[in-house]
């Protein structure tokens, strides 16, 4: 649901977030619009905590970097006319290599290297699939599309996508060399 229709930026956005009327919603930028998501359920939390623990136990053992979760915001597009996009993912991952130092009460300015989201049924095709676009679009390597409905998930790469399905082991390829996971894992049974 767009909630304001001016065209806002990246930084303008950073500021109306941080106002108290914000503070319990969920909003992301698209496009320079200020659209709220709705609330995450009960699956997609327990769905989302599965495998951000799978993910972070994995890069923390090896020190590949940091995994964020809770709509952590990545700065996606940078627009000329202000049509900025800040994308807020399920979880996230980005190299050691590529982290901005020191952390900081900003944005990521860059997509990350996995990024993950758990697909509810509220969430719209054309939305997620924009969602997608952007992120390949701002260097993302890998996405993964968690559909806990059909207990499947849909990996994305520059060359295309596969759906895997429960009995299919979902890889971190070479963004995170080694991970391996039963699709059928993720979802609790």
Known sequence: ??????????????????QPEYADRVLELVEGELVEMSKPTRIHGVVTMR?????????DAHELGEVTVGETGFVLERNP?????????????????RL??????TWYEMGPDLAVEVISPNNKTSDTHLKVMQLLNAGT?????????????????????VTLREDNTLSGGAVLP??????GDIFPR
């Open 1 to 18: 649901m767009v909630i304001q229709q001016q065209t806002i930026s990246a930084d303008r956005f950073l500021e109306i977030v941080e």
């Open 51 to 59: 495998l951000a623990l799978r993910i972070a136990s994995f890069v």
């Open 81 to 97: 006319q202000g049509r900025d996009s800040v994308r807020g993912l399920d979880i996230a991952f980005v190299n050691s290599e």
């Open 100 to 105: 901005p130092t020191p952390p900081d009460d």
């Open 141 to 161: 390597r890998l996405i993964w599309l968690v559909h806990p409905e059909t207990r499947t998930v849909v990996a994305h790469t520059a060359e295309g996508a």
């Open 178 to 183: 080694g991970f391996e996971l039963c699709v």
